[in-house]
C-alpha cells in the first residue's frame, strides 16, 4: 500500500475541541513511549480512555500492535490537509 504521506511533505492539524477523534482519522500523536516524539497515524479504534492507532503501511509501521493503546491526551489533533513537497 502507498502511504498517504511521503517525506517532504507539509500538513495542516487542527486541534479537535468538542469533537472526539473518529475512526479512520488521520492523527498527529505524541508517542506514547518518547516523549520527544510526534507521529502521524491513522485511528484504528477507539475505547473510553483509549486510542488504538496503526500506520497505513502495516509492514513498515512502529503503531499500537508494538506500544499498545495511546491515551486520549496524546492526540494532538487532526491532519485536515496534506501539502505535497515541491519537486525542485
Known amino acids: 500500500m502507498q502511504p498517504?504521506?511521503?517525506?517532504?511533505?507539509?500538513?495542516?492539524v487542527a486541534a479537535?475541541?468538542?469533537?472526539?477523534?473518529?475512526?479512520g482519522d488521520v492523527?498527529?500523536?505524541?508517542?506514547?513511549?518518547?516523549?520527544?516524539?510526534?507521529v502521524i497515524k491513522r485511528v484504528?479504534?477507539?475505547?473510553a480512555d483509549r486510542v488504538?492507532?496503526?500506520?497505513?503501511?502495516?509492514a513498515q509501521s512502529t503503531d499500537s500492535r508494538?506500544?499498545?493503546g495511546v491515551p486520549r491526551?496524546?492526540?494532538l489533533g487532526r491532519i485536515t490537509?496534506?501539502?505535497p513537497r515541491l519537486e525542485a
Open 44 to 47: 484504528a479504534s477507539l475505547e
Open 4 to 12: 498517504t504521506l511521503l517525506d517532504g511533505d507539509e500538513v495542516l
Open 66 to 68: 508494538s506500544f499498545g
Open 81 to 83: 490537509l496534506v501539502l
Open 27 to 38: 492523527v498527529l500523536l505524541q508517542h506514547p513511549l518518547h516523549s520527544d516524539v510526534r
Open 73 to 75: 491526551s496524546n492526540i
Open 16 to 23: 479537535y475541541g468538542r469533537r472526539a477523534p473518529q475512526r
Open 52 to 58: 488504538f492507532v496503526q500506520g497505513d503501511n502495516p
